[in-house]
């Protein structure tokens, strides 16, 4: 008969330990250095821990201190809170020998990242593509949520996170292939959809899901999606990904119908969107496509077509968190969108960045849009911590 567990531990997402009697889980009792204590050591079961390592692990910002004592009274407390596991047994979870914390390898745990990892090895040596995916898929039911979601600024953990975010996106790239290739187009994209929420800067996932709305022939839908896609990554991250998306995007055009337009049905088609009112805002694909343009209407033109580039800027050391940058960036968004003329043209270029495409007729006016959108600017920005920095160039 095969033992039991003697304990459930969870990494992906929160860490817990549970046992038939009592769960360890983060909570207001439980202090931050006293869970990274413990699923450190569980997470480096097969290591003894020197006390060194684990002070500099729990109290970085103390590297010229030593608190042993600290150290030793977190250990207590740790102890204190295992012994609820199993009450009415006297265990000692965490050991120590030689100036150093292990745990007790004689526990029999069930341990997710484990499995996850012992998953992924049985996966790349099986040779049969069914049972592949079968391991494939148990991976993928572990994997909750990001590897100690609630603790990614630790060093740690940051480097165990990226260590299982590659591996589960390798498992889920996997899975897409195995399931397209069998045209279970429908499970394709519900694996892209949830994989997306966790991981949505992973641009292969939007990728296999346009090709399973291909493989079900709903060519408008995969056409729609596409162009989601390209302004999502542009506003979202200031990149272009329409050339790795090239050859999809020639299939789904290759495919659409070959439907006859009549002139008035071309211009219902062609009609403005309802933001007729704001500055255009465009992918980068598409922006240079129009800087291309203006660089050939320039030479017959008494009027001059100029680029500006706005870049956020730390007023200090460096830029505050991606969330503060994301609400910035926002708001940059808006007043370019209001306080520039309707013909004018912006894009997203990076993460801290936008590009402009205007028309002058005089050097000055470019003196006078620049101070406009400094000025409002000012308006919106509430954090002393970030500057803007706008440069142009004249287009010849």
Not at 9 to 19: D, Q
Not at 104 to 116: G, R, T, V
Not at 303 to 315: D, N, S, V
Not at 366 to 390: G, T, W
Request: include cysteine.
């Amino acid at each position: 008969m095969r033992r039991k567990p003697d304990l459930h531990i969870c990494f992906f997402n929160e860490f817990s330990i549970s046992s038939p009697y009592y769960e360890y889980a983060p909570s207001s009792h439980n202090s931050t250095q006293l869970t990274l204590l413990i699923s450190y050591l569980v997470a480096n079961q097969d290591a003894k821990v020197p006390k060194e390592v684990l002070m500099s692990m729990l109290w970085p910002e103390e590297k010229d201190k030593r608190p042993v004592g600290a150290l030793r009274n977190l250990v207590y407390r740790a102890r204190k809170e295992l012994q609820c596991l199993y009450p009415d047994k006297d265990i000692e979870y965490i050991k120590f020998t030689q100036d150093a914390y292990y745990w007790n390898s004689d526990l029999y745990c069930k341990i997710d990242i484990a499995d996850f990892e012992n998953y992924n090895n049985l996966a790349r040596q099986e040779s049969d593509p069914e049972r592949q995916f079968r391991y494939y898929y148990r991976m993928n039911r572990l994997h909750t949520g990001e590897f100690l979601s609630n603790h990614k600024s630790v060093e740690w953990v940051q480097y165990r996170y990226t260590y299982y975010k590659n591996m589960y996106i390798n498992c889920t790239l996997n899975m897409c292939e195995y399931l397209y290739t069998r045209s279970r187009y429908d499970e394709t994209i519900s694996l892209c959809d949830q994989s997306i929420i966790l991981y949505p800067e992973e641009e292969r996932f939007y990728r296999y899901k346009m090709l399973a709305y291909l493989g079900m022939n709903t060519i408008k839908t995969a056409l729609e999606y596409y162009h989601a896609t390209l302004d999502f990554f542009s506003s979202k991250y200031g990149t272009d990904i329409s050339a790795s998306l090239r050859d999809i995007h020639q299939e789904i055009l290759s495919r659409m119908p070959n439907v006859e337009l009549g002139i008035d049905e071309l211009e219902m088609t062609l009609e403005d969107n309802g933001e007729a009112d704001k500055t255009f805002y465009c992918n980068f694909d598409i922006f240079k496509n129009i800087y291309q343009l203006n660089v050939r209407s320039a030479k017959r033109s008494q009027a001059k077509y100029c680029i500006l580039l706005l870049t956020l800027l730390p007023a200090k050391d460096k830029l505050p968190d991606s969330v503060k940058i994301k609400e910035v960036m926002d708001n940059l968004y808006h007043l370019i969108s209001i306080n520039l003329r309707k013909n004018d043209v912006f894009t997203r270029t990076s993460l801290t960045q936008y590009s402009i495409l205007v028309m002058v007729n005089e050097d000055s006016n470019l003196d006078i849009i620049s101070q406009r959108i400094l000025n409002a600017f000012d308006k919106v920005n509430d954090d002393p911590d970030i500057c803007l920095e706008i440069e142009r160039k004249v287009i010849e």
